[in-house]
């Protein structure tokens, strides 16, 4: 079995991986599975996502110094303490990344792997903020995309699907959620779903490993 390893890394030091390592088998169809935590036989690539823990609305704000196109929640009251290594360090791995992943805009980076385009979009809520990845393939139309979504949200977010993006659905049970696989055809149409459906990022208590933004102190 040839796998190969991938990470996007935003940070240094006190590092969560933000997401499950996520599966891409480019050659078992055009958008294969992602995100899943079992390995078929043959070659696919390992992608894994870490973003920093400690002082994350300070590196955020320095991203979005580095990028302003991103997208930051109005009225957030920094209450965390740096140091000028710590700031040094975000801004050096910011850098270290973008040798390999392309910076588009808005939180968008890109990566071309052989026919393939693998996006990482970064997501920002008003007290959360994680990475999720889109996956698209010279001359086909759309992103393919995964979406965990709680089951009493299926139906819901079945009748907001359009029959475009549905065309390839596949639906995957798993022992909390189940996971949509489907195609977008921007980026800002999987930033909303991803806000209002994902199961990690909507139900806030159910993920503690995922970075939150504080709430600004009153």
């Given at each position: ?28 169809r ?67 990344l ?25 997501v ?52 909390e ?7 977008v ?7 909303d ?26």
């Open positions: 079995m040839k796998i190969k390893r991938v990470e996007f890394r935003l940070g240094k030091r006190h590092l969560a991986l933000e997401v499950p390592p996520f599966f891409i088998d480019f050659k078992k055009n958008f294969s599975s992602m995100m899943t935590r079992r390995i078929s036989r043959g070659e696919g690539t390992l992608f894994y996502v870490y973003l920093t823990r400690k002082n994350q609305l300070s590196k955020l704000l320095i991203l979005k110094a580095m990028h302003p196109g991103i997208f930051m929640p109005p009225k957030l009251t920094i209450n965390e303490s740096f140091t000028r290594d710590e700031i040094n360090d975000f801004i050096k791995s910011v850098k270290e973008e040798r390999e992943w392309e910076y588009q805009d808005h939180g968008l980076w890109k990566r071309r792997i052989d026919n393939f385009y693998v996006y990482m979009v970064l920002i809520g008003d007290d959360r903020w994680t990475v999720r990845a889109m996956v698209s393939k010279e001359g086909i139309p759309g992103y393919g995309v995964e979406l965990p979504v709680d089951p009493q949200l299926s139906e819901k977010l079945m009748e907001e699907l359009t029959s475009e993006e549905a065309y390839d659905l596949e639906i995957h049970e798993h022992v959620n189940r996971h949509f696989h489907f195609t055809y921007n980026v800002e149409r999987f930033i779903l991803v806000k209002r459906y994902d199961y990690y990022f909507a139900r806030k208590e159910i993920w503690e490993q995922s970075v939150r933004i504080e709430n600004p102190l009153c």
